[in-house]
């Protein structure tokens, strides 16, 4: 792995931990369970220590692997990214149409 990957990598657990904390706010605030480590990789069916790895940076995971832990955070990925295309498509469809 390049410094640049491991980089992106850390960020990435980063995210995703920060991802975790967010959905335990929200939790708290409705008086449900919170999501630990250890009952979140249980949920997704991988061990503790493998999600502590991948919060702290140290596991270089799959976009489908990505998607899948922030979707059962509660982050909906492909709809963010959906979303900022459709922004940017209303963009360039009202510089075309300026400049025309």
């Known amino acids: 792995m390049t410094d640049a990957e491991g980089r992106r990598t850390a960020e ?3 995210l ?3 991802a975790r904390e967010k959905a335990n706010r929200e939790r708290r605030r409705s008086r449900q369970p919170l999501l630990t480590q ?6 997704l069916g ?3 220590s493998h999600l502590s790895r991948i919060e702290a940076g140290k596991v270089d995971l799959s976009f489908l692997e990505v998607e899948r832990l922030a979707n059962f955070y509660g982050v909906r990925f492909l709809d963010e990214l ?3 295309d459709s922004e940017e ?3 360039q ?3 075309n149409f300026l400049c025309k």
């Open 16 to 18: 995703l931990k920060g």
């Open 82 to 84: 959906r979303t900022i």
């Open 46 to 48: 991988f061990d503790q």
């Open 89 to 91: 498509r209303r963009e």
């Open 12 to 14: 990435l657990g980063r």
């Open 93 to 95: 469809h009202h510089k």
């Open 38 to 43: 250890a009952t979140a990789s249980k949920h």
